[in-house]
């Protein structure tokens, strides 16, 4: 982009750009406080926030309970089922005891051990009652633990019916903030995005053009990072919308721009070569022949091959002459020939 420029007005054009870009930094960090600060423009909306909160508060609190108390039935069944574990436990060694004891009581066949057999038999049938009733107890509190949890069961689906009754008003009041938040962000960087297009369109020859270019900068950050991702969706019908316009706007402009540029071509290409020479700047000429371009037409320069362009074949301006002095074949846009170092005031001939 600097190629054609002297090496203090690259750096200067170098700085120049940072300058801009700086600018651009602050104001964007700017800017970013200034949206995070708008009061109450992104409040946390939640979907309690729309249903009845008598109802609400008194399904939460049978929740509450009802979880509470499962919990405790649960830890005393937890114990209950020990006891059963330990019961059963227990009959199983004492009918193992007693089965041994049984044993050796037929193989001695002493009659004096039969009150000691009913006293174990009396034993082991406490311990099979003691069996029956921790499973009793068990199951007891299993019929608890089950409606316990059909109580909570119930509260919890209560309490989300109560929530999807609400949902209706909450996704309202989430597209109302939406809007809210796309309306201030739109106030706020519309006028910016306006400033920044007529700087474009009118200051942009200004001496103070690095700083509104940080300025432009700026405008189109904060348009399409701080609005356009905010836009709300209406189905895309909004975000579509925008496009259209803005394809329309653009198009318009383009089409405009191009029927002006081949007027003004056409209106050039009319004028002798003197007055197109008068139009032109040797910086500029020069760096449009560099690159192999008429700056007269703005067309390419052609040649058969054998024999130099001396002539732009579409328009006819001379784009090589010879120095007037040493006769050496240079641009005729220089200023001054490369070799000998005459001036314009010596008189070019046409090369040949």
């Not at 001496?207 to 709300?232: C, H, I, S, T």
Request: proline letters at 4%; charged letters at 20%.
């Amino acid at each position: 982009m600097f190629k054609f420029l002297r090496v203090p007005e690259r750096l200067f054009a170098f700085v120049m750009w940072g300058v801009s870009f700086v600018f651009a930094g602050f104001l964007v960090g700017l800017g970013d406080k200034v949206v995070a600060d708008l009061p109450h423009i992104q409040a946390a909306v939640g979907i309690e926030q729309f249903a009845d909160p008598t109802v609400l508060q008194h399904w939460r609190d049978v929740l509450a309970s009802e979880r509470s108390k499962q919990v405790q039935i649960d830890e005393r069944l937890a114990r209950a089922r020990l006891d059963a574990t330990a019961a059963g436990n227990a009959y199983r060694s004492g009918y193992t005891a007693f089965q041994n004891w049984i044993a050796a009581r037929t193989a001695t066949t002493d009659p004096r051990q039969d009150p000691e057999v009913i006293r174990r038999t009396h034993d082991l049938d406490a311990s099979q009652a003691a069996v029956r009733e921790t499973q009793a107890t068990v199951e007891g509190i299993e019929r608890e633990s089950l409606l316990a949890h059909q109580a909570v069961a119930e509260a919890e689906r209560a309490q989300a019916q109560l929530l999807a009754d609400a949902q209706k008003a909450y996704d309202g009041a989430l597209h109302r903030q939406e809007l809210r938040v796309f309306a201030s962000r739109l106030a706020l960087t519309l006028p910016l995005l306006l400033i920044g297009g007529w700087m474009v369109a009118k200051k942009r020859r200004s001496d103070y053009w690095p700083l509104m270019r940080g300025f432009v900068l700026f405008a189109v950050f904060a348009f399409f990072v701080e609005l356009v991702p905010y836009l709300p969706s209406y189905g895309g019908y909004v975000r579509y919308g925008v496009g259209i316009v803005l394809t329309l706007v653009a198009g318009h402009y383009v089409i405009r721009s191009m029927r002006a540029y081949l007027a003004r071509r056409q209106q050039v290409e009319q004028q002798s070569e003197s007055e197109r020479r008068q139009s032109l700047t040797p910086e500029a000429a020069i760096k449009q022949m560099a690159a192999g371009v008429c700056p007269g037409c703005e067309r390419a320069i052609l040649s058969t091959g054998d024999v130099a362009a001396d002539f732009c074949v579409h328009c006819g301006l001379t784009l090589f002459n010879r120095c007037g002095r040493c006769q050496t074949r240079k641009n005729a846009f220089f200023r001054y020939c490369p070799k000998c170092g005459s001036g314009d005031g010596e008189a070019a001939v046409p090369a040949g």
